[in-house]
């Protein structure tokens, strides 16, 4: 009786972690080349399908919670995906099985954003009915207050 429910378990296990497994693998490439004191920052994002099938996708970029961090000192920033040249707005993307595409994410900030606050942008990939499909990467962006600098 032991063997069988151990089986059961084994089974069990193995169906979660090959469902649970995300189709497509998000990553971070490059961070931004620019000072932090700078009001636009690209991000250059890779994004590849561990799927049998063609996956049809979009890039969802949203303000979230930064850890660690009080409300107080957290702002909203703006966000846009770019395609790999920074010419043009990516929508809707779609990507071939063991195949990889770079893009750009790009955070600005207006002039009159608080200064000596803190932004977090969540970035993941998600179905046309909007099923998570990639892990989430968060990017974490200082807007600093001169009056701080040394």
């Known amino acids: 009786m032991k063997k069988i429910v151990i089986a059961v378990l084994l089974v069990c296990f193995g169906f979660q972690s090959i469902f649970s497994q995300e189709q497509l693998s998000l990553s971070l490439k490059k961070d931004s080349d620019k000072t932090v004191n700078e009001t636009e920052h690209f991000y250059l994002m890779e994004i590849t399908n561990n799927?049998?099938?063609n996956?049809?996708?979009s890039?969802?970029?949203e303000n979230t919670s930064c850890e660690n961090v009080s409300p107080s000192k957290q702002v909203l920033l703006k966000?846009?995906?770019l395609d790999k040249q920074k010419t043009?707005?990516?929508t809707k993307m779609s990507i071939e099985p063991g195949a990889s595409l770079e893009f750009?994410?790009?955070i600005s900030r207006s002039k009159n954003t608080k200064l000596g606050t803190w932004n977090c942008t969540e970035i993941k990939a998600i179905s046309?009915?909007?099923q998570l499909l990639s892990n989430p990467v968060i990017i974490k962006s200082l807007i600093p207050d001169p009056k701080n600098f040394n």
């Open 51 to 53: 799927a049998k099938t």
């Open 55 to 57: 996956l049809p996708f």
């Open 59 to 61: 890039i969802s970029t």
């Open 79 to 81: 966000q846009n995906t």
């Open 88 to 90: 043009k707005a990516l």
């Open 104 to 106: 750009y994410i790009k």
């Open 128 to 130: 046309n009915t909007g």
